[in-house]
């Protein structure tokens, strides 16, 4: 299958399972992580999910151009369709997202890794929009680009196609955090499971608020936040994590 699911200690694991092709994106994988998230958000069981490739190597190249480039006009156009309205599901989701960048990611695999809450990246991992070298332009994953990078710096790797280090791609702020490869499984693990110990109420309604206010004029995104802090608050996670706050204990969340 091109894409693998599995639900281990409250996280889902979604894979880009081609290493063979370096993880580029099919239209099988796109219908695959669409299915795999609804499933995610359905399963109470699940607290966070955690986005890598298969391999060492490469977490993701980019689309499948190979596949793509020899469709015809209607199917290139549903599968980009498809690919923009993934992105959109990703950077939406309800719950947290972690995106575990173990290999090169490039292309339309910068738009699923922007997509996500968390980046966490190896040391040796190299980043990129080579789009242009082949005559493209990216086009969906620039929405996402243009809301983390600085235009200058973003302009910068657009137009000139070329490779950065972990270390560039931090500066820029594309990704959370770049660790050592030997502690790179360790430091994602030890994240994840802080997420899903934490409210799974608390931060889906965190998470809905923040997308709702985003681009308002100031005094009205605090207005709105201060009523949504409201409902928050009246929540039984809200209630145990006070409670527990208190009497010096961890909290026991439920998600209600």
């Known amino acids: 299958m091109d894409l693998l699911y599995e639900v281990k200690n409250q996280i889902a694991w979604v894979t880009l399972n081609r290493e063979k092709q370096k993880n580029a994106i099919s239209m099988e994988g796109i219908r695959l992580f669409s299915t795999y998230l609804d499933q995610a958000e359905d399963d ?31 199917k290139k156009a549903m599968m980009f369709g498809q690919y923009a309205r993934l992105l959109t599901r990703i950077s939406q989701f309800p719950k947290p997202t972690l995106a575990k960048i173990n290999g090169h990611c490039l292309a339309g695999g910068t738009g699923f890794m922007l997509a996500c809450d968390i980046v966490i990246a190896r040391e040796d991992a190299l980043f990129g929009t080579p789009e242009v070298n082949v005559g493209l332009f990216p086009m969906m994953i620039g929405a996402l680009i243009f809301r ?37 499984e360790a430091a994602t693990l030890k994240i994840l499971e802080s997420l899903a110990a934490k409210s799974p109420v608390g931060i889906r309604m965190g998470k809905q608020a923040f997308s709702a206010v985003e681009g308002l004029p100031l005094g009205q995104a605090i207005e709105t936040l201060a009523l949504e802090l409201g409902q928050v608050a009246a929540t039984k996670d809200a209630l145990e994590g006070i409670t527990a706050f208190l009497e010096k204990r961890a909290p026991i969340f439920i998600g209600e």
Do not use: H, W, Y
């Open 44 to 74: 109470r069981k699940v607290r966070a999910v955690c986005l890598t490739g298969a391999g060492d190597r490469v977490f993701c190249s980019g689309a499948d151009l190979g596949s793509a480039m020899g469709e015809a006009p209607d």
């Open 148 to 184: 983390n990078v600085l235009r200058k710096k973003a302009m910068e790797m657009i137009l000139l196609g070329e490779r950065l280090t972990a270390a560039q791609a931090l500066e820029m702020g594309m990704v959370t955090r770049v660790v050592p490869q030997e502690d790179f």
